[in-house]
């Protein structure tokens, strides 16, 4: 072996053997440290994707398992409240078939009060049940309130000295005068109506393309005509009718500010996110648009204070206790579905955290095995290092 001073090559080969033993003991170290296999990207690059994608999902997946649960919640609010309501209807039945009877004659005052409340508690559940803000059993989430209209102000121009808004009119004779009609002009602007105001019936006077004599010329009658002058001959007369003319269909339309019409805001079936993917396979529908007043139920209409109207009363009730049941069994429905829904989340949340960990997650024992060893070779490298470096030290017996 040569004996070189500048150049300690066992030492070098050592530190090399070295940095690499300790950085793969930091490896597992932090492996062992974390629980991870994979910490970064450089661990395993398409093992960090995938496991980071299939992570996000979890995570989606967990949030639709939330948005269920919390569908079940307003569902089983819901069927509560039309579980009293159906109690009351019942008893309303039994109300109404024991005022049927003759022997009841002298109570059917009380029998009505009775239900005069009953149906005034129905009324206050299906108006009070609502979820965070939603309403469950009264099938609208506002009363429908009117405004009054605010009439169009109409326009003026030089030639027609009324606004459109009222209807001008004149009749008469004319003689040796001239008559201009102008379509309406560039300055106002073209305004789309949105409803039929007035449809005046009858006959037409008079339609485009409808000749009249005039002193043994003929005038033709064009509507919205461009600067049409009729000119009369002297000592012609032609007879006018400027009217409206019956059968045209005339139109309003909305002016800025206008509050015209009716509105009311509707519950319409609720959507439920149920998976991880905007799709419509991931997504229920909670249907809560059926009304329980006693108005929808047709309640309210008839009283038990005589026998007959009793006996009426019997199948208004029947009705309105055929169709709660019907509409409950939807609901009863609504509730298995979101059921199947949770299950299924969260099967699909165990086997997606299951692949995440098969990925990401560290063998415990296999990296303190391998801990271990480069914990020993550390060791062994440093000391080897050590080795080297005196190895040097033998240069000096030569200048002894």
Known sequence: MTLTIQTNT???????????????????????????????????????????????????LKA????????QAMTKMADAG???????????????????????????????????KLESAIDKIAH???????????????????????????????????????????????????????E?????????????????????IATAGTELLLGGASVTITPNGSNTTINLVGGASLVMQDQPIPGA??????????????????????????????????????????SYTTTALGLGGGDLTTQANAQAY???????????????????????QVAFVQANLATSIEQTTAAVSSIRDADMASEMAAFTKNQILTQASTTMLAQANQAAQNVMTLFR
């Not at 005022?99 to 059917?108: D, F, P, T």
């Open 10 to 60: 066992a030492a070098m080969t050592a530190l090399k053997h070295l940095n690499i033993n300790t950085s793969s003991m930091d490896k597992s170290l932090e492996k062992l440290a974390s629980g991870f296999r994979v910490n970064n990207a450089a661990d395993d690059a398409s093992g960090f994707a995938v496991s980071s994608k299939l992570d996000a999902q979890t995570q989606r």
């Open 64 to 71: 639709a398992s939330l948005n269920a649960t919390q569908a």
């Open 82 to 116: 039309v579980n009293e309501i159906q109690n009351m209807v019942v008893r309303i039945q039994t109300l109404a078939t024991q005022a049927s009877s003759a022997n009841n004659a002298g109570e059917l005052g009380k029998l009505d009060a009775e239900r005069i």
């Open 128 to 182: 009070s049940s609502n979820y965070n803000g939603v309403n469950l059993l009264n099938g609208i989430d506002a009363n429908i309130a009117g405004a009054t209209g605010t009439a169009a102000t109409g326009i003026a121009n030089p030639v027609l000295s009324a606004p459109v808004t009222s209807i001008v009119s004149s009749s008469g004779i004319y003689e040796n005068a001239s008559f201009t009609v102008h």
């Open 184 to 204: 309406i002009g560039s300055a106002y602007d073209s305004v789309t109506s949105n409803q039929d105001l007035l449809d005046m019936n009858g006959e037409l």
């Open 249 to 290: 269909d005339f139109t309003t339309f909305d002016t800025t500010g206008a509050t015209a019409g009716v509105s009311a805001k509707y519950t319409a079936a609720l959507a439920f996110q149920v998976g991880a993917d905007n799709t419509s396979n991931n997504q229920i529908s909670v249907d809560l648009t059926n």
């Open 314 to 336: 019997i199948d208004t009730v029947k009705a309105a206790l055929d169709t709660i049941v019907t509409q409950r069994a939807d609901l009863g429905a609504t509730q298995n």
